[in-house]
């Protein structure tokens, strides 16, 4: 159970008494909140007194009077500031008026309540305050954890630039202070590995554009007719040379058009992705079969490789900003460790899901579920 510390300022006894009984076997739940929320009440006889209790520890909700002797309710809002605390107070006062519950929210307070008030009206302001209070939590807490993660994000952004960027500023200068002589040729391979890193950087960044928009929905999406069959054939021509190279043969399993209404970008990135890591993480004379199925509504993909494969342990990690599995087999692929979670985050937009069953040294087949749009739209949303 979750407990908010309420503390009661009022000069009369009799009043604090009835508030700590009606909250102290209060218990509420709120939609936001998985647990029951209670109340621990205290009190304060006087402004005076709250402010000791405040500064050493504050509490999370104040029912303050308005009208006290030496310092009024309102005062003592000046005194701790409450604008800037998370605290939230509700004002409790006989001399209930417009102008004084003005003056009031200007000062700080949430809500204002009239006396004399039934125990009902006190517990409905309590858990209206209260629910003020865990959504303001709740959305402090979504902002340091979006800070963190930006940070993080940044982090390894940085850091797998670097490295290549680092590769391509070493092979730069050796060229520009002629260490390997004034024979060109002598510098062809540092050309050529520097080229590679260079488009490696480039895909990353496309694969950051194309998961920034998907995230921030602010990708225009073009829903239409689309055959994976022929999405598919399109992506595997774009990989056949380097399959070639390696004797790799790509296999296509689909005896007719597999139709269902789709942006056809998007299903592009999706097999561009699986197609090309099956490629990529295969070994020499290997083989892709790329099998595509459709029942009903649900469209299947799946992608198998003969490549290096991955532990239980390993894929658990996969689908995730910059995952990218480092071995002694993997060290030498190029990679984002984007692409996977682009393919996660479309096939969550098409109600679908993504998986993968992988062993070691055998190779990896990856599964993709993805539902039909069901409504065709007449403009790009």
Do not use: W
Not at 336 to 355: E, M, P, Q, R
């Amino acid at each position: 159970m979750q407990t908010l510390r309420t503390l009661v300022v009022d000069d009369e006894l009799g009043m604090r008494l009835g508030i700590q009984k009606a909250l102290s076997r209060y218990k509420m739940q709120l939609p936001e909140v998985t647990e029951e929320i209670g109340f621990i009440v205290e009190m304060a006889e006087s402004a005076e007194e709250a402010i000791e209790k405040i500064t050493t520890d504050r509490p999370d909700i104040l029912l303050l009077d308005y009208k006290m002797p030496n310092m009024s309710g309102l005062d003592l809002l000046e005194r701790i500031n409450v604008q800037e605390s998370e605290m939230v107070t509700i004002m409790i006062t006989a001399y209930a008026s417009l102008e004084t519950a003005v003056t009031a929210i200007k000062k700080g307070a949430f809500d204002f309540l009239a006396k004399p008030f039934e125990p009902n009206e006190l517990k409905k302001a309590i858990k209206k305050a209260a629910q003020n209070l865990i959504l303001a939590r709740q959305v402090r807490k979504l902002e340091q954890e979006k800070h963190q993660v930006r940070f993080q994000f940044i982090s390894v952004l940085g850091h797998e630039l670097k490295s290549p960027l680092n590769a391509i500023e070493g092979y730069l200068n050796i060229i520009h202070e002629h260490i390997s002589g004034d024979d060109l040729k002598a510098y062809d391979g540092m050309v050529d590995r520097s080229i590679v890193r260079i488009q490696g950087m480039k895909k990353m960044i496309a694969d950051l554009l194309d998961l920034t928009r998907i995230e921030s929905g602010q990708k225009k999406r073009e829903i239409g007719a689309c055959d994976l069959r022929t999405l598919t054939k399109t992506a595997i021509e774009g990989v056949l040379p380097t399959a070639n190279a390696r004797n790799i043969t790509i296999e296509l399993n689909a005896d007719e058009p597999v139709n269902m209404l789709a942006d056809a970008s998007e299903i592009e990135i999706v097999l561009n992705n699986l197609i090309t890591n099956a490629v990529k993480y295969n070994r020499d004379s290997g083989k892709v079969r790329i099998t595509l199925k459709k029942e009903d509504d649900l469209v299947k993909i799946a992608v198998s490789d003969t490549g290096i494969g991955m532990s239980a342990e390993d894929s658990a990690k996969l689908f995730k900003e910059f995952v990218r599995i480092k071995n002694d087999k993997t060290r030498h692929i190029d990679g984002s460790g984007l692409g996977l979670s682009i393919v996660k985050k479309i096939a969550t937009i098409y109600n679908g899901d993504v998986n993968v069953t992988s062993q070691p040294n055998v190779g990896s087949t990856f599964n993709v579920r993805l539902r039909s749009e069901e409504n065709e739209p007449t403009e790009a949303v």
